[in-house]
């Protein structure tokens, strides 16, 4: 009898064991299933798509859309603080600005080249080198040492939006100091673009999205030139900081 209840009493500790054993496998199992579950969400969530094939994905235009209003909401309060910091500037228009106003305003020809070029192919070009390369190129070299050091890896996809934005802003100074010391004033706001076609760009890593948002931006500007110079009534166009204010399209000053 007692014989028979200590094999009984070991064959449960046995049948125990296993259970917990298997209780044990069936957790880790389920653990790591769920890491590959988020791994395959991250994976697909920046999967190569080709461009051709953006434009069928709706997410693309809302996010277009959506970076925009944020960057002119982000740009007019910058231009406030700005001035209520430092005070108005009479002039606040760049060479770049310069430039833009006096192809739209010259002949039809140039007028129509420079809306192609404006509105096509600059955001085409300026992204692929800035956003496809520079950012893409900075931000992966990110992620590759976050894996390891979250923090540094962190610091370095935060220079990938400041440096890309930097020389994007930089290239709109003819790549000189000088002018960029000159024009100071309105460095920021193509900082603050720069930094939203990034955004655009890194959300799900479509470059469309940040050309899309690119072209809009450069799209409404040459209406708001066209405004402006239709009110001018062949006048001199001044584009200064109170005529955008009043309006409320103090960002449309800047172009391309």
């Excluded at 969400?41 to 959506?66: D, G, S, W």
């Excluded at 000189?176 to 799900?204: Q, W």
């Excluded at 030139?225 to 200064?240: A, G, M, Q, V």
Aim: net charge neutral; charged share 20%; proline share 2%.
């Amino acid at each position: 009898m007692t014989m028979e209840k200590t094999e009984n009493q070991t064959a449960a500790q046995v049948q125990n064991e296993d259970f917990e054993f298997l209780k044990t496998q069936n957790e880790v199992t389920v653990i790591d299933i769920q890491d590959q579950a988020e791994r395959t969400v991250e994976k697909n969530k920046y999967k190569h798509v080709y461009i051709h094939k953006q434009f069928l994905i709706p997410r693309v235009y809302t996010t277009a859309i959506m970076v925009y209003v944020i960057f002119i909401v982000c740009n007019i309060a910058c231009n406030y603080i700005l001035d209520a910091i430092f005070g108005p500037v009479e002039d606040n228009t760049s060479t770049n600005q310069d430039k833009l106003v006096e192809g739209l305003t010259g002949s039809k020809s140039v007028m129509i080249f420079f809306i192609v070029y404006t509105c096509i192919i600059a955001p085409l070009l300026e992204e692929f080198i800035f956003r496809s390369i520079i950012f893409k190129i900075i931000n992966w070299a990110g992620k590759k040492v976050q894996e390891k050091q979250k923090f540094i890896g962190i610091i370095i996809r935060i220079l990938a939006f400041l440096i890309s934005s930097f020389l994007f802003a930089f290239a709109h100074f003819d790549l000189s100091f000088d002018v960029l010391i000159k024009e100071i004033r309105t460095f920021p706001s193509y900082f603050l673009m720069g930094l939203a076609f990034a955004f655009a760009y890194n959300r799900d890593n479509y470059l469309l999205a940040s050309i899309l948002t690119h072209s809009l931006n450069n799209i409404i500007a040459n209406i708001a030139i066209f405004f402006l110079y239709s009110n001018s009534k062949n006048e001199s166009i001044n584009i200064d900081s109170s005529i955008f204010y009043n309006y409320g399209f103090n960002s449309l000053k800047k172009f391309i």
